[in-house]
């Protein structure tokens, strides 16, 4: 079965750091795009950041693009994000997504190619 386990959600005040992580299973994690959607109480889901599979480039929602950092180890089937300088505006469910032989780009900005979906961590970010 096809997996995404994300973990690394929780509580933090405005200003603060969260580092998330997403082990993939089930599916060939090699070639497959990584990456985190999240979805704000009354928002529409949007694509966070995203990695690709083999040149590693990466793609960042521009909200989030100057105090974040996605990266993958592959030979953990691991996609990390670490968010930095947290806003309330930063609170939603995050959620790893994948998708083989597919872009960061197109990943993260056309949700019907994400292939897999992870269940979601919650990240809450008070002022």
């Known amino acids: 079965d096809v997996q995404l386990q994300a973990s690394g959600g929780g509580l933090v005040q405005a200003g603060g750091s969260l580092r998330l992580s997403c082990v993939g299973s089930g599916f060939n994690f090699d070639d497959s795009a990584v990456g985190w959607f999240r979805q704000a109480p009354g928002k529409e889901r949007e694509g966070v950041s995203c990695?690709?599979?083999?040149?590693?480039?990466?793609t960042y929602t521009d909200s989030v693009k100057a105090r974040s950092t996605i990266q993958r180890d592959n030979a953990k089937n691991t996609v990390y994000l670490q968010m930095n300088t947290l806003k309330p505006e930063d609170t939603a469910v995050y959620y790893c997504v994948a998708a083989p032989f597919t872009h960061a780009q197109a990943l993260c900005f056309m949700s019907d190619l994400v292939s897999h979906w992870g269940l979601g961590t919650l990240v809450t970010v008070s002022s």
């Open positions: 990695i690709s599979s083999h040149d590693g480039s990466t």
